[in-house]
């Protein structure tokens, strides 16, 4: 055998995309009040940026806290590709690392380059999209699931760099969406009228609430049929009138003279022609000894009639046994009745696209997807026999919003707390476009008004959410840190510099600015709630009722200090530049010492 050969998935630029996802960040996040929508109470989070800058930021503050991601990147089409991390190689680089320059640099004669099919035109996308599901995967409860949209160009490629990061055990299933019943574009003798949406577990096999919830215990269809319970526990199920007629001999039911049907008491049938009910046995497939212990529990039984296979909705309120289909058929002319169960219809793309125009009063964006697609996915999570109608659904390539809107749809449907966590690019639009014409700049500014927009029109359908649901977001940018480089070797200073080093704060940086940066580094999430009030004319943050408290003021008076002291929170920071001397700084720690001493006490 030869021992040079072996099963890998691998590209240009591979150790070094997984390099990048584990280097620190020297950014921050800065609250931008003026685009935000209820900024003090909201719980929403809206973020313009690089999406792996603020991945890498979350991953304190919401390690191990998302429910639910759901991401639509670039297709790789050869047109959409907006993402150019500093890591890809150029393409000189390229062609060394894949040896296609001989010894005196030049171009091995045969060689040429084809944008569709070189390396380097799969390369840069899975070089962007590696180090960004590596980071995702973090943030991910045990329990969390991720949905990522994708068509043909990538699809291989995704699958593959998904099972090396969540694990193959952990694929969950590779849906096809109908994005379209109209077929104008044919491909290789085939219409494209798909997208595939690849779902991953954090960790399918050690969660029993998520393959109760996706895992398909019997797949056979079943007929529709009412569902009754009695105060015993006894599953009575109703039969349509035409399904099926029953034939009762000696007990045992049976549909032919070769076909008998076992086990089951005390599951009572009722016949559809008339009142009587009869202990009744079939066959199921599962053992008798479970079926019982299913039975007291609560276990509700559907038996299809035909056949009389099984399925079952477990008595716990946390799971159903109704599976989702693989293939998400759109609503038009009847055509999926697979998802009436969830009660959210499928539209298409073209409907997505006639829907967010009528809200916006514009065309602004190509291709969105569906609100009601991002619902059914969500509710694939949140399952209405589910008690979980809350948590965090993360969105970083947030492009139209549309997983905003779609929180927020659905909470008001069923009542949920769910937040969403979006991020989007500052991108340009287009000089010669309707959003650029409408006084928009850039894609994020579209994406938050959508927000708004959406937000009204619940609200407007339902008044009586109104104070009860949020409909607002917290927004925040990307940006350099608060705090000046102060790791420069003494050398680099000029004389001048040295005013400029009396603080260690940058210009036009305000006190908002530094408590968001120093609750990330806290590992604090972004939603809580922020008190402020006004001691001795300076102005304190209380974060979570006491979880932080903060004091940024250029002078701070021992008033202040033991103000805050009394108040015993975990956490204490302030200002280095707030102290005229070391022994105003020795005075905190003392005051602290005497008042609170489990106070953690930090000085930026």
């Not at 400029?500 to 530094?514: A, H, M, P, W, Y």
Request: net charge negative; with cysteine; charged share 30%.
């Amino acid at each position: 055998m030869d021992g040079r050969e072996s099963y890998e998935f691998t590209w240009v630029g591979k150790r070094e995309a997984i390099a990048e996802a584990g280097r620190p960040t020297t950014k921050t996040l800065r609250p931008d009040l003026d685009e935000s929508v209820d900024f003090e109470n909201s719980e929403n989070v809206f973020i313009t940026g690089d999406n792996l800058e603020v991945l890498k930021i979350l991953q304190e503050s919401y390690l191990g806290k998302i429910d639910m991601i759901y991401i639509d990147p670039p297709y790789n089409t050869g047109k959409d590709f907006v993402y150019s991390d500093k890591f890809q190689k150029t393409d000189e680089e390229l062609k060394e690392e894949m040896e296609l320059l001989d010894e005196d640099g030049r171009q091995v004669i045969g060689l040429t380059k084809n944008e569709k099919t070189s390396a380097r035109y799969h390369s840069d996308w899975l070089n962007m999209m590696y180090p960004r599901l590596r980071l995702a995967r973090n943030l991910l409860k045990d329990s969390g699931v991720i949905f990522i949209s994708i068509d043909d160009n990538e699809q291989a490629n995704l699958k593959a760099i998904c099972d090396e990061i969540f694990g193959e055990e952990n694929f969950v299933a590779n849906f096809i969406w109908e994005k379209t019943q109209h077929f104008g574009r044919q491909k290789l003798n085939s219409y494209n009228n798909v997208d595939y949406i690849l779902c991953y577990s954090k960790n399918l096999y050690q969660d029993s609430q998520l393959k109760e919830r996706l895992v398909e215990v019997v797949k056979d269809e079943f007929e529709d049929a009412p569902l009754y319970n009695n105060s015993n526990n006894v599953s009575i199920l109703t039969f349509p009138a035409k399904t099926v007629k029953f034939n009762l001999v000696d007990g045992e039911y049976k549909q032919t003279l070769d076909e008998k049907y076992y086990l089951l008491s005390p599951v009572v049938v009722r016949d559809g022609w008339n009142e009587n009910e009869f202990q009744l046995k079939f066959k199921s497939r599962w053992s008798n000894s479970t079926v019982q212990d299913e039975i007291k529990k609560g276990t509700i039984f559907w038996v299809k009639t035909e056949n009389f296979s099984i399925r079952a909705i477990y008595a716990d309120g946390k799971s159903a046994t109704e599976a989702p289909r693989q293939l998400i058929l759109t609503n038009q002319n009847n055509a999926s009745k697979t998802l009436s169960r969830f009660n959210h219809r499928v539209d298409t793309s073209e409907n997505a696209t006639r829907e967010l125009k009528k809200l916006l009063n514009g065309d602004y964006f190509s291709f969105p997807k569906p609100v009601s697609l991002i619902k059914y996915l969500i509710s694939l999570i949140y399952n209405s026999n589910s008690h979980i109608n809350s948590g965090y659904v993360l969105d970083f390539f947030g492009g139209s919003a549309t997983t905003a809107d779609a929180v927020m749809q659905l909470n008001a449907e069923d009542g949920g707390n769910r937040k969403f966590i979006l991020c989007t690019l500052d991108e340009a639009v287009a000089e010669k476009s309707a959003a650029k014409e409408a006084g928009y700049e850039t894609i994020d500014q579209i994406s938050r008004e959508r927000i708004r927009r959406a937000a009204a029109k619940i609200q407007e359908e339902h008044s009586e959410l109104i104070g009860k649901q949020d409909f607002g977001f917290k927004a925040y940018k990307l940006d350099s840190s608060n705090f000046k480089d102060v790791l420069a070797h003494p050398s680099q200073f000029v004389q001048a510099d040295l005013f400029d080093s009396v603080s260690n704060i940058k210009e036009g940086r305000t006190g908002l600015d530094l408590l968001f940066q120093v609750m990330l580094t806290w590992g604090m999430e972004l939603s809580l709630a922020i008190d402020l009030e006004k001691v001795a004319g300076a102005e304190i943050y209380d974060v979570d009722q006491g979880s932080l408290m903060a004091c940024f003021e250029d002078e701070i008076s021992e008033e202040v200090i033991r103000h805050i002291a009394q108040a015993q929170p975990l956490r204490a920071v302030f200002r280095d530049s707030s102290f005229a001397n070391s022994a105003d700084k020795i005075n905190v720690s003392e005051i602290f010492k005497e008042l609170s001493p489990h106070t953690k006490v930090k000085v930026v």
